[in-house]
């Protein structure tokens, strides 16, 4: 029923911007408005970490590997996610996922996330 689609990964030289999106479907709108969703990133031979989530405006969490020069933002009318990336380094590079809770309204430090984009690759060269 929930289905997330990124888009906007690329390549980049450091120091560099870029944005990512996720494109949301099967929320209602006060679903999407309500609901957890996350950024993650996985590199190869590493773990997947969380780079950000967010449920309403005010709740946005940053690692503190990326607090500063990302920012995590919904926009609720066209239930898309974002994720601005600035001063990226080459330590940056990785798959890049998006995710949604399952259960609106559930606080992301509570929740779980039950649905995953398909993943866009984000390379920065130094």
């Known amino acids: 029923q929930v289905h997330l689609v990124e888009s906007g990964g690329g390549s980049v030289q450091a120091g560099g911007s870029l944005r990512v999106s996720c494109a949301v479907s099967g929320y209602s709108y006060r679903e999407f408005r309500n609901v957890c969703m996350g950024w993650f990133r996985q590199a190869p031979g590493k773990e997947r970490e969380r780079v950000a989530d967010i449920r309403m405006v005010y709740s946005a969490r940053y690692a503190d590997s990326v607090k500063d020069r990302f920012t995590i933002s919904k926009d609720n009318m066209k239930s898309i996610l974002y994720l601005q990336m600035n001063s990226l380094k080459p330590e940056d590079t990785a798959m890049y996922y998006c995710?949604?809770?399952?259960?609106?309204?559930?606080?992301?430090?509570?929740?779980?996330?039950?649905?995953w984009g398909q993943g866009i690759q984000v390379t920065v060269s130094s």
């Open positions: 995710a949604a809770d399952g259960n609106p309204g559930t606080d992301c430090r509570r929740g779980s996330y039950d649905y």
